[in-house]
């Protein structure tokens, strides 16, 4: 079954760096658009970045171009979000997620891994 | 861009009820209109794609429906498991369109 697991959420600095990244497994990872999805405390859904298979498009929310990277190896099935000049309003939990194609809906998630950015 | 405004933000309910939530897109988005639910502590999951499509393993009480840039969620009969909260997501736009702000689904 689909199983997208995230990794290398922490407490870290403001001005700080952490580098996310999201294990897929039981899909062919390269065939699938791949999402980072925030979610601040008691807060709505915010999608980050996501890129296309091939990693031909890549987009950012405009709040972290220039801070964030994301990148995808699809020999490990592996997903990444590098985020420097991490700010108190990126605290959140980040989810990984898939879509099969530009337009149409995420139908796998991960768990969520936990991003705080405080003093 | 595109807002998608819910509406409750959050409703309470019995077991056994009938329950709709709104979702209104600010322009046309043709069909591309997705629902998840959220519960407590949990990822979301996909319940409805297409307006109308139901995601395999959703059970048939969920269902979705559309006229014009008004989409509906409605759950036929409330059931425990069925507490939570719901967001609309537009794809008209990208696979990472705008989400609504969500409707909490709480028991009476």
């Known amino acids: 079954q689909v199983q997208l697991v995230e990794s290398g959420g922490g407490l870290v600095q403001p001005g700080g760096s952490l580098r996310l990244s999201c294990a897929a497994s039981?899909?062919?990872?390269?065939?699938?658009?791949m999402i980072w999805i925030r979610q601040a405390p008691g807060k709505g859904l915010e999608w980050v970045s996501f890129?296309?298979?091939?990693?031909?498009?890549?987009y950012y929310t405009d709040s972290v171009k220039g801070r964030f990277t994301i990148s995808r190896d699809d020999v490990q099935n592996s997903l990444y979000l590098q985020m420097n000049s991490l700010r108190a309003d990126d605290t959140a939990i980040y989810y990984c997620?898939?879509?099969?194609?530009?337009?149409?809906?995420?139908?796998?998630w991960g768990q969520g891994t936990t991003v705080t950015v405080s003093s | 861009d595109i807002q998608m405004t819910q509406s409750p933000s959050s409703l309470s309910a019995s077991v056994g009820d009938r329950v709709t939530i709104t979702c209104r897109a600010s322009?046309?988005?043709?069909?591309?209109l997705n629902w998840y639910q959220q519960r407590p502590g949990k990822a979301p999951t996909l319940l409805i794609h297409g307006a109308s499509n139901l995601q395999s393993g959703v059970p048939s009480r969920f269902s979705g429906g559309r006229s014009g840039t008004d989409f509906t969620l409605t759950i036929s009969s409330l059931q425990p498991e069925d507490f939570a909260t719901y967001f609309c997501q537009e794809s008209y736009t990208s696979v990472a369109g705008t989400f609504g702000q969500g409707t909490r689904l709480e028991i009476k």
């Open positions: 322009q046309s988005i043709g069909r591309y």
């Open positions: 039981g899909f062919t990872f390269s065939d699938y658009y």
């Open positions: 997620a898939r879509g099969w194609s530009a337009y149409t809906a995420i139908d796998g």
């Open positions: 890129i296309s298979a091939r990693s031909t498009n890549i």
